[in-house]
């Protein structure tokens, strides 16, 4: 009885150690997905903003045609 009881004490522990390590790692992963969501949207802002530049500077403050 007492070796069983050991046995699930130590099943306890790995299984809550594993569900920890599991928990980082979600964590880990919400954090760097949103990360790069923030930065896909700063670039395309960027990508338009340079876009509408390199327009006007090609077609010499005309106006914008694609």
Known sequence: MH???????G???CLL???RIAMIF???ATILAGAS???LTVL???NRMI?????EI???GGPGRA
């Open 3 to 9: 070796m069983l009881r050991v046995t699930l004490l």
């Open 11 to 13: 099943l306890a522990m």
């Open 17 to 19: 150690t594993l569900f």
């Open 26 to 28: 979600m964590a880990m």
């Open 37 to 39: 969501m923030i930065l």
């Open 44 to 46: 395309k802002k960027a």
């Open 51 to 55: 876009n509408a530049a390199l327009r």
């Open 58 to 60: 090609f077609t010499l």
